[in-house]
């Protein structure tokens, strides 16, 4: 894979990062595309494209605004509650997302002459979205393929991971403090650590926690 050309599906949080330092290690040439969906917080945007000016990869935005026009949720509403409910999907999902993000992708990658596709879905913390199942990613792969002619690869280094392993991961390679202090994931819009209490900052902080915990169980045996 060294010598082919990636595109990675980019939003400048920890997992979306992980997987641009993983597909840095592992392809010739690397991009990044990022979707402008009217997601609560412009500074993920931004996020998104100072890490990929940093690292030096190319940085694209797509206009994916017609999402809001089609359905409603916590992450494009100031108005809808962050929450999440046993049984429920959480009032964050965002029907369709991940396979337009992924057709678009698929498209710019054509466009580009890249035929790899990476995205930090995971099922193991995935919070209920049906469209970050491996089962998702198999067949939208083959439709790609078949809609498309083409021979596209997508990868997911992070589906069997949860979230203390995605920091171990970060850390093999050698972003841990970079994924650490200038990534965004809060659903607030807040940076690193972010606000400590929506689910993203949860999840994320937890699992650092648990990372942190047994690499130092791990140097004092």
Not at 124 to 138: A, E, H, L, V
Not at 184 to 195: D, F, K, M, Q, W
Not at 198 to 217: E, F, H, I, M, W
């Amino acid at each position: 894979m060294k010598n082919e050309k990636a595109v990675v599906v980019f939003s400048g949080g920890q997992d979306s990062t992980t997987c641009l330092f993983w597909a840095l290690k592992n392809f010739r040439e690397v991009a990044t595309v990022t979707f402008d969906y009217g997601q609560r917080h412009s500074e993920e945007i931004e996020c998104a494209r100072q890490i990929a000016d940093e690292l030096g990869v190319s940085f694209k935005v797509l206009d994916m605004k017609l999402i809001n026009q089609l359905s409603a949720n916590a992450l494009t509403r100031d108005d809808i509650e962050v929450k999440e409910v046993e049984g429920e999907l959480p009032s964050t999902f965002v029907p369709g997302r991940n396979h337009l993000f992924l057709s678009f992708a698929a498209v710019y990658a054509d466009a580009i002459g890249a035929r790899h596709l990476i995205t930090g879905v995971s099922e193991t913390d995935f919070s209920g979205y049906p469209d970050c199942r491996d089962n998702f990613i198999k067949s939208l792969n083959v439709t790609l393929n078949l809609a498309m002619d083409g021979r596209f690869v997508i990868h997911t280094p992070l589906m069997w991971l949860d979230k203390s392993e995605v920091w171990a991961l970060s850390d093999e390679l050698g972003a841990f403090d970079f994924v650490q202090n200038k990534t965004l994931t809060c659903y607030n819009g807040i940076p690193s650590t972010g606000c400590g209490e929506c689910p993203a900052c949860v999840l994320r902080n937890d699992g650092l926690a648990t990372y942190l915990s047994q690499k130092s169980a791990g140097v004092s045996e």
